[in-house]
């Protein structure tokens, strides 16, 4: 019952460095999304997959950039982390592309010094 | 564009009083409503969603919603809470044949439940 794994749950980066955030779900889902979550301003839709090898920008793409080569895995990439993505993010997947139901995972935390 | 609003974002509540959490939101076409939940350092989770047909929607954990047009509200309600019921709470909008990239959060409403 594992649901939607996010991984890592937490990490501190330096301004200008990289990393990768990995999503995982076991639901056989087509549709994958990344979220932000910001204090006040509710979740923003960062990119988001409708299958295996495809990618769609969202609300804020900027300095991120994503990659869906296998169903099950999403990936989050900062290339060049600044303070201003300072966040939490969520991975959701969902089984169908209009119900408006998404599986959340439960977030990572990061903090760009 | 669509948009929703939940106007409180703190909602203090004495244990088993009823409590409501307030959305209105703003569409040029009919709409799907959403309710989700995030209790404490984990995702979010639904509650509840209203699609079409009967405007009083029931969820989990005893809440449930009213879909109200002329209004457009959807507030979430719960006769008697309980302190399992600390979280913050979600409303989202999205509309008939909208992707769920289109799906359009509020800034959410934090229930403190107060023993």
């Known amino acids: 019952n594992a649901g939607v794994t996010q991984t890592p749950k937490f990490r501190v980066l330096k301004t200008g460095q990289s990393m990768t955030l990995l999503c995982a779900q076991d639901m056989n889902h087509e549709y994958m999304y990344w979220y932000r979550q910001d204090p006040g301003m509710g979740l923003r839709l960062i990119h988001y997959?409708?299958?295996?090898?495809?990618?769609a920008k969202g609300e804020v793409p900027d300095g991120y950039n994503v990659s869906r080569l296998k169903k099950q895995n999403f990936l989050l990439g900062l290339e060049s982390a600044a303070p201003s993505q300072t966040s939490v993010y969520f991975c959701?997947?969902?089984?169908?592309?209009?119900?408006?139901?998404?599986?959340f995972g439960e977030g990572s935390r990061l903090t760009v010094l | 564009a669509q948009s929703v609003t939940q106007l409180d974002s703190q909602v203090p509540v004495f244990e088993e009083a009823p409590v409501e959490l307030r959305c209105n939101y703003s569409s040029s076409v009919s709409v799907y409503l959403f309710w989700y939940v995030q209790y404490p350092n984990q995702g979010l989770q639904l509650l509840l969603k209203y699609l079409s047909g009967s405007t009083l929607v029931k969820g989990i954990n005893g809440f449930e919603a009213e879909f109200n047009k002329s209004q457009t509200s959807f507030h979430l309600r719960k006769p008697s809470v309980h302190i399992s019921d600390t979280a913050e709470y979600f409303c989202?909008?999205?509309?008939?044949?909208?992707?769920?990239?289109?799906?359009?959060f509020g800034t959410g409403t934090r229930l403190t439940i107060i023993p």
């Open positions: 989202a909008v999205s509309a008939p044949n909208f992707g769920n990239e289109k799906l359009t």
């Open positions: 959701a997947s969902s089984y169908s592309a209009f119900s408006g139901e998404l599986f």
């Open positions: 997959s409708v299958g295996e090898g495809t990618t």
